[in-house]
């Protein structure tokens, strides 16, 4: 499959998990990917794997390395943004796919909180998220069909406990794509998200979740997966934005799509 022929995109991160899939995942379609991190590391592990020297070596195919260029960047960091955005546009020339993967998780007991660390995740999935998005609008505008891929999550929608900043954060990155959605839709510029769970990534089965030492499980009623054996891998996901950043998903716009192998149905 070449969906992504002479496509143009633009991805948050690409140094881990779903972001890295993701990346190769395009330049297997024959896209080219601009992709950004905080980690300078997880970025040359990604760019290796592309040029076939990584472990695993990525199954990107011949020339993908040539199509992609990194950058790192704090998706949380508003100058920052502003510059990064306009470097992917001149490696790209234009962007016509952004997905923003970028995100992180931290839990703890709600009455122990601090506010730095409920700002901390705000501002890198929510206020991050929205970053990118404003700078990159008008290339967008611009660009060859473009759409916009948010990462939310099940716990947007589903109870997690010890969670309630990065639930909170990710309502919010899914009303979000429903009203940039109503926004941009007669200019032909859609807004998807993407809520995994239950999928392996730095995040989850790397560092994990970070929980309480006193963690309540019985608090926690679902957790596996009704298909497979456990966890999926970062590429089920990767598969799906793919889908919704080419033309087969022409259709789809300010909505959610839950991939968590039924652990929530
Ligand atoms: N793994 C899951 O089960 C799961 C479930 C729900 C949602 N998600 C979402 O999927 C997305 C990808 O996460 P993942 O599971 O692959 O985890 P991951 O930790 O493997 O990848 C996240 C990446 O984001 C990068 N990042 C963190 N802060 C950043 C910042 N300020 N600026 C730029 N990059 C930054 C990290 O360096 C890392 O490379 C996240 O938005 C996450 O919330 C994952």
Same mark, same amino acid.
């Given at each position: 499959m070449n969906r992504y022929e002479g496509r143009r995109v633009l991805i948050t991160g !690409? &140094?881990?998990g779903i972001g890295r899939a993701t990346v190769h995942r395009i330049l297997a379609e024959g896209g080219r990917v601009h992709a950004v991190d905080v980690s300078e590391t997880g970025l040359k592990g990604t760019a290796d794997q592309a040029a &076939?020297? &990584?472990? #695993? #070596?990525?199954?990107? !195919?011949?020339g993908a390395a040539g199509r992609l260029t990194t950058a790192v960047l704090d998706i949380s960091d508003e100058n920052a943004v502003t510059d990064g955005v306009a470097a992917a546009v001149e490696a790209l020339g234009g962007i016509d796919v952004l997905v923003n993967a970028a995100g992180i998780l931290r839990s703890a007991h709600t009455h122990r909180t601090t506010l730095d660390l409920w700002n901390k995740v705000i501002g890198v999935n929510l206020t991050g998220t929205f970053l990118m998005i404003r700078e990159a609008l008008p290339a967008l505008l611009a660009g060859d069909r473009p759409v916009v891929v948010n990462f939310s999550s099940t716990s947007a929608s589903f109870a997690h406990p010890y969670m309630s900043a990065y639930a909170a954060s990710k309502g919010g990155i899914q009303s979000m794509t429903h009203a940039l959605a109503a926004e941009y839709s007669k200019q032909g510029l859609r807004f998807v998200s993407v809520a995994p769970g239950s999928i392996e990534s730095g995040m989850t089965t790397g560092g !994990? #979740? &970070? /929980? #309480?030492? %006193?963690? %309540?499980?019985? /608090?926690?009623t679902k957790l596996a997966p009704a298909l497979g054996q456990g966890f999926a891998g970062p590429e089920t996901v990767a598969g799906v934005v793919a889908m919704l950043g080419s033309e087969d998903g022409a259709f789809i716009t300010g909505t959610e799509i839950r991939i968590d192998g039924g652990t929530h149905y």
């Open positions: !690409g &140094g881990s &076939g020297h &990584g472990h #695993p #070596p990525a199954v990107a !195919g011949q !994990g #979740p &970070g /929980l #309480p030492e %006193d963690t %309540d499980w019985s /608090l926690f």
